[in-house]
């Protein structure tokens, strides 16, 4: 049977863990992600989200994301009414 090599990335603020994995032909995400001994709600492959059952292919790099502290459009609201606050204060 071949194999594929496949790389789990996960990433924190201060620290990141790589595995690099030769799994069978035709694994898929889950099976990177048990075998890399990590758990993982939302991943990706190549900066892409996929559901766990995604297929591998050779050279694929899965991505465990973390939730976000902040929505990215209502931090962007936040600093824009602090900017507008701001500037009318003279």
């Known amino acids: 049977m071949s194999s594929i090599r496949v790389e789990v990335i996960a990433a924190w603020p201060r620290r990141a863990e790589t595995s ?7 694994s ?3 099976d990177a992600l048990r075998a890399a001994g ?5 991943v990706g492959v190549f900066g892409k989200r996929v559901a766990p059952d ?3 292919a ?3 790099r899965v991505e465990i994301y973390r939730p ?6 209502e931090r962007r609201r936040q600093r824009a009414q602090k900017k507008r606050r701001g500037a009318t204060r003279v």
């Open 54 to 56: 995604q297929p591998l």
């Open 28 to 30: 898929r995400v889950r």
């Open 58 to 60: 050779d050279g694929d």
């Open 38 to 42: 990590v758990k993982g709600d939302a």
């Open 68 to 73: 976000l502290a902040v929505d990215p459009k």
């Open 20 to 26: 690099r994995l030769e799994l069978p032909a035709g």
